[in-house]
């Protein structure tokens, strides 16, 4: 699977676990166990999507999906 569908696939769940369910912040491994990304994968992708600014972090595992993010994640 290409980075940038992994990218769309985390997108897609976290706006699920979090838009659609009211929640605003989630941990990203949570979404990351239900897509099957591992740990070294996790830290580039979400480090890569904060930078494309689609995500924030809140602390050290929690993030939350920007304005741009939420639009991309409704594709």
Excluded: C, H, P, W
């Amino acid at each position: 699977m290409s980075e940038g569908r992994i990218g769309d696939e985390f997108l897609g769940q976290l706006y699920e676990k979090t838009v659609n369910n009211g929640i605003e912040i989630i941990d990203r491994d949570q979404i990351g166990k239900e897509i099957g990304i591992i740990d070294v994968q996790m830290d580039s992708l979400v480090n890569e999507l904060t930078s494309d600014g689609y995500i924030k972090k809140a602390g050290l595992t929690k993030i939350y999906l920007t304005d741009d993010g939420r639009k991309r994640a409704k594709f």
